[in-house]
């Protein structure tokens, strides 16, 4: 079953532009949520996560998500996106006790000068 | 510092081949975890070491998939018999401790089986 959806598979902006990127998650329990990046050649990376306490994270380079329990969502934001943010990225998600990261099919940015 | 290398970086085997394909993890790190990547989807989880206990094998696809990791540090994921649903490109990551630390990931070793 399908537990971490990403709604865009391909998103393409201009520089300067908003990012939203959608997530959403299917558990009715605790989860602990992140989102990782692959820039192209390079490694995926983490770039914020969230587990508990305030639900808007902040992570690297201008990033944030916003956890919303009531809609089981995990969006991913940055107010003014650049040329180097093009990459692929990956919600994910690990439900209650269980000992596995479970990743979302991922969403690819590209990002226009 | 160094990162997770993984090894080889590109493989192609003839189906029914077997294959070896190595991991290093970050130096110290306890945990270690094996994903499969298909084209255009995200990484599957396979499999879970806590030093050399080999804690979670719930994602092996099939018992034609075995991982080991004898002294803690460095992993083997191999697959017996290949066939070519498992082309794919295999992820290592190691973290400092558990599941819910950074995890942080190699380059992969990208299979191709013919």
């Known amino acids: 079953a399908q537990s971490v959806s990403q709604h865009n598979h391909h998103v393409i902006l201009s520089e300067a532009a908003s990012l939203e990127l959608g997530c959403n998650y299917s558990?009715?329990?605790?989860?602990?949520l992140f989102w990782y990046v692959q820039y192209p050649g390079q490694h995926l990376q983490l770039l914020l996560k969230?587990?508990?306490?305030?639900?808007l994270v902040k992570g690297i380079k201008g990033f944030e998500a916003e956890f919303i329990k009531s809609k089981f969502s995990f969006n991913l934001r940055k107010p003014s996106v650049q040329w180097s943010d093009t990459a692929e990225y990956f919600c994910?998600?690990?439900?209650?006790?269980?000992?596995?990261?479970?990743f979302g099919a991922g969403t690819r940015l590209a990002v226009h000068p | 510092g160094a990162g997770v290398s993984q090894s080889p970086r590109y493989k192609v085997a003839k189906r029914g081949q077997d294959v070896a394909l190595r991991c290093d993890p970050i130096?110290?790190?306890?945990?270690l975890f094996w994903y499969q990547q298909a084209l255009g989807q995200g990484p599957e989880f396979l499999t879970y070491?806590?030093?050399?206990?080999?804690?979670?094998k719930s994602g092996l696809p099939s018992d034609r998939f075995f991982a080991e990791r004898p002294e803690g540090s460095v992993s083997t994921l191999k697959i017996q018999r290949t066939q070519q649903e498992d082309s794919a490109v295999y992820l290592c990551?190691?973290?400092?401790?558990?599941?819910?630390?950074?995890?942080?990931f190699g380059p992969g070793t990208r299979l191709t089986v013919t």
């Open positions: 990551a190691s973290s400092i401790q558990g599941v819910r630390d950074e995890q942080y």
């Open positions: 994910a998600v690990i439900l209650g006790g269980y000992n596995k990261l479970i």
């Open positions: 558990y009715g329990g605790t989860v602990n």
């Open positions: 969230y587990f508990s306490g305030d639900p």
């Open positions: 070491f806590q030093n050399e206990a080999q804690l979670d």
């Open positions: 130096s110290g790190h306890v945990s």
